[in-house]
């Protein structure tokens, strides 16, 4: 069993920056590739940002050169840096652990406001 807790959703304006935080209960990124995911009303939940087990990154092409996923494995913690925001990255987001099981973050909100 893996828990994930969230931390650094909020209110910003556009063109402002956030950091969400997920904290892992034990080491698992060398178990897990980890991502995250965004969700709105209506709509399915799309990954963001994902890192594999091997430090590999790869992003949507909505978030390119703007989000950055990244790990410190001292905290077992796993990191998405938000710059430029925009209102379409008004979301709840997600974070996840995945492999044969997935295990999901409890959300966060991210509200950009114009």
């Known amino acids: 069993q893996v828990q994930l807790v969230e931390s650094g959703g909020g209110l910003v304006q556009a063109g402002g920056s956030l950091r969400l935080s997920c904290a892992a209960s034990?080491?698992?990124?060398?178990?897990?590739?980890m991502g995250w995911f965004r969700q709105v009303p209506v709509k399915q939940r799309e990954l963001v940002a994902g890192?594999?087990?091997?430090?590999?990154?790869n992003y949507a092409d909505s978030v390119k050169a703007r989000f950055t996923i990244y790990i410190e494995n001292a905290k077992n913690t796993v990191y998405l840096q938000m710059n430029s925001l925009k209102h379409e990255d008004t979301a709840v987001y997600y974070c996840?652990?995945?492999?044969?099981?997935?295990?999901w973050g409890q959300g966060s909100q991210v509200t950009v406001s114009t």
């Open positions: 034990r080491s698992v990124f060398t178990i897990y590739d």
């Open positions: 996840e652990a995945g492999g044969t099981t997935r295990y």
């Open positions: 890192i594999s087990r091997s430090g590999n990154t």
